[in-house]
């Protein structure tokens, strides 16, 4: 079946722009998550959504980013005002948790933020 | 502050060897762990995931949990020269978040 699709794969925007990041998960699966990769780096958490419940959105770095999910399906990642430090491949990831143990996420390909 | 730590490498074996790729969490409460394999410049792709004490294997692919001393390795056996990889550990700290170690990079030498 499909697989996390993520878009657009690369997205060049100019400091102080506001940018939108697109995740389509897994259909049925019911956790959507957004981790932050820079160069070299690992993976930063920074928000989930787990069904009906209030996303934990414990991981945005600041309050220019936030992220919504609509009928519990599509997500969105909304960062306002670019900053150049915010360049990095944005991964979103789908599970359908049986429980909070047995989580297993599928990544989408990322989109690749570069800000001037 | 949970943590999840991985030795960065690179970590180079000879091909046909076994690659050990170790990885140490903070958070004793931890009840699930992966493994999830990243080719540069492409997406993580889990491999293994393991919940319970001791060893679970899948075809070269070995998975060794500790929770006693807080530590989870993955091993390859027969390592290939497509294995070379950054090699991410996660873990499920409770509820649904997820921290993933920094990687490990693997370079299987032909």
């Known amino acids: 079946g499909a697989g996390v699709s993520q878009s657009p794969s690369n997205k060049v925007t100019e400091k102080g722009k506001d940018v939108e990041l697109r995740c389509d998960p897994i259909s049925g699966h019911t956790a959507l998550y957004w981790y932050r990769q820079s160069l070299g780096q690992g993976l930063e958490f920074l928000i989930y959504?787990?069904?009906?419940?209030?996303?934990?959105k414990s991981g945005l770095p600041s309050d220019r980013f936030s992220a919504e999910r609509t009928g519990g399906s599509v997500s969105t990642l909304t960062i306002q005002r670019t900053q150049q430090e915010d360049s990095a491949v944005y991964l979103c990831?789908?599970?359908?948790?049986?429980?909070?143990?047995?989580?297993?996420?599928?990544f989408g390909p990322g989109t690749r933020l570069t800000v001037l | 502050q949970k943590e999840v730590e991985q030795n960065s490498g690179p970590l180079s074996v000879p091909e046909g060897a076994i690659a050990s790729l170790n990885c140490t969490y903070s958070d004793r409460g931890s009840q699930s762990f992966f493994w999830y394999r990243q080719y540069s410049g492409k997406s993580p792709e889990l491999i293994m995931s393991i919940y319970s004490n001791g060893d679970k294997e899948d075809g070269r692919f070995t998975a060794q949990l500790n929770k006693a001393s807080q530590y989870v390795s993955l091993l390859i056996r027969d390592s290939q020269p497509s294995d070379s990889a950054t090699y991410l550990c996660a873990v499920n700290t409770g509820g649904f978040k997820t921290i993933f170690g920094a990687g490990t990079r693997l370079f299987v030498k032909a």
């Open positions: 990831a789908s599970s359908l948790p049986r429980d909070r143990v047995y989580n297993e996420q599928f």
């Open positions: 959504f787990q069904g009906n419940s209030a996303p934990d």
